[in-house]
């Protein structure tokens, strides 16, 4: 389940709402067997998990989730945060950079203007 997309939600507005994250973190789990960890690479990863641990968001899962923060907007987080949730700094993330999803859009960007070319 590297760098796949599993699941989709409908965006109405603009920005990084959390709610949306919280959302389909919650329907990954529900499929899941109780002993599965997940790594979550997300943009906004360290906020998320603040406010999981804050406002008590996903309780049954949050012993499950490791939080970090994509590559790509890593270095736009403060330096603090940076060395917590960078995920060459944080143990089983490997090389991922949590850009899998970025990449799948632009293909499917490109092959919808490749069709709409075409067409």
């Known amino acids: 389940?590297?760098?796949r997309v599993l699941y989709l939600a409908n965006i109405t507005s603009p920005g990084e709402k959390q709610y949306y994250a919280v959302t389909l973190l919650m329907a990954l789990f529900q499929g899941l067997p109780s002993w599965w960890k997940a790594g979550i690479l997300y943009d906004i990863g360290c906020q998320l998990h603040r406010s999981t641990l804050k406002f008590h968001?996903?309780?049954k899962f949050s012993s499950w989730i490791e939080s970090g923060i994509s590559v790509?907007?890593?270095f736009g987080h403060q330096w603090p945060c940076q060395c917590i949730y960078h995920p060459l700094?944080?143990?089983g993330f490997g090389f991922s950079d949590g850009e899998g999803c970025e990449r799948c859009w632009g293909?499917?960007?490109n092959s919808y203007q490749s069709f709409m070319y075409l067409g």
């Open 1 to 3: 389940m590297h760098d």
């Open 57 to 59: 968001l996903m309780p």
């Open 72 to 74: 790509f907007h890593a």
């Open 89 to 91: 700094k944080r143990e």
């Open 107 to 109: 293909a499917l960007k």
